[in-house]
């Protein structure tokens, strides 16, 4: 039976706990990172990169995260392959 806790987290590689803990680092990025643009918008000389930089930031983070889990996807597919074929 489906599991609505686990079933995204071990898609992406992940246990419930770690997947909680990435998201809830992304996540909380972006709450600080709007906040500070909120900021700006009110007082331009504040946080006058920060946005920009907090969004360069997680947009790294996200393309090597996806990296690293569709390496281990290949990896995970490579070693499938030669279980079935002994």
């Known amino acids: 039976m489906a599991n609505p806790f686990l ?3 071990n ?3 992940e246990t419930y706990l770690g997947h909680m803990g990435h998201a809830g680092k992304i996540g909380g990025a972006m709450i600080l ?3 500070a643009c909120l900021l ?3 007082f331009p000389f504040l946080f006058v990169t920060t946005g920009s930089e907090t969004i360069k930031t997680l947009s790294e ?3 090597a995260r996806r990296a690293l ?3 281990a996807a290949a990896q995970h597919a490579a070693t499938e392959a030669r ?3 002994a």
Do not use: Y
Request: proline share 5%.
């Open 11 to 13: 898609d992406v590689g």
């Open 7 to 9: 079933d995204h987290p």
């Open 83 to 85: 279980v079935s074929r």
């Open 61 to 63: 983070t996200c393309a």
């Open 69 to 71: 889990m569709a390496k």
């Open 33 to 35: 990172g709007g906040l």
């Open 40 to 42: 700006h918008g009110i």
